[in-house]
């Protein structure tokens, strides 16, 4: 069956521009989770939706960073007056439920390059 | 969440079974095993969980001593695409903040031609 998409793949962007990054989850699952990850880094949490609401947004970085989710299905990630420190590939998850313990389904992530 | 203690690397031939071990001993009785994997510029991947009785699926099975202070991951057939860095982590279940993933350095495997 399909498995969680992301889109873009890429995506270099100029320092101060704002960019939108898009998550398809795994049809069903109420769940929806966006991390990011730097080069030999971990994994960081940024915000975790169930159905469309957000209970926990603990993990964005600043007020530059906001996300959405619609339908109960797609979810948009956007990055306001990037940074350089914004690099990163960022990865969305899709799960049955918000707790465990169902298992995480990743997407491919998307790789930003801000210059 | 428990601490889990993992090798650096691993190295398998093609075609034989690896195991990669895990280390949890102050894993708590309400705490699920589980494992993802990373290979390289993809993102991690779900691959088994347990409890407490040994597991198996289509990509691996989990063997969880009767202790539960350690487990090893098995894929019986390792093929050169399983080279990728492996995470054991243990998390409680349900209750609080336990959807939030959280990788520690885990083993990268490397399968040999």
């Known amino acids: 069956g399909a498995g969680v998409s992301q889109s873009p793949s890429n995506k270099v962007t100029e320092k101060g521009k704002d960019v939108e990054l898009r998550c398809d989850p795994i049809s069903g699952h109420t769940a929806l989770y966006w991390y990011r990850q730097s080069l030999g880094q971990g994994l960081e949490f940024l915000i975790y939706f169930q159905g469309n609401s957000a209970p926990d947004k603990s993990g964005l970085p600043s007020d530059r960073f906001s996300a959405e989710r619609t339908g109960g299905s797609v979810s948009t990630l956007t990055i306001q007056r990037t940074q350089q420190e914004d690099s990163a590939v960022y990865l969305c998850?899709?799960?049955?439920?918000?707790?465990?313990?169902?298992?995480?389904?990743f997407g491919p992530g998307t790789r930003l390059t801000v210059t | 969440d428990a601490k889990t203690t993992q090798p650096t690397s691993m190295d398998c031939a093609e075609g034989r079974a690896a195991n990669l071990p895990c280390n949890h001993s102050t894993i708590s009785g309400n705490e699920y095993v589980y494992w993802y994997r990373q290979i390289h510029s993809q993102g991690p991947q779900y691959i088994i969980h347990g409890l407490k009785n040994n597991e198996t699926n289509e990509m691996a099975s989990l063997i969880i001593t009767e202790d539960r202070k350690s487990s090893t991951l098995i894929l019986p057939h390792a093929t050169l695409r399983d080279t990728a860095v492996y995470y054991c982590i243990v998390r409680v279940e349900g209750g609080g903040s336990n959807y939030k993933l959280t990788f520690g350095k885990g083993t990268l495997l490397t399968v040999n031609p």
């Open positions: 998850a899709s799960s049955l439920a918000g707790r465990l313990p169902y298992e995480q389904y």
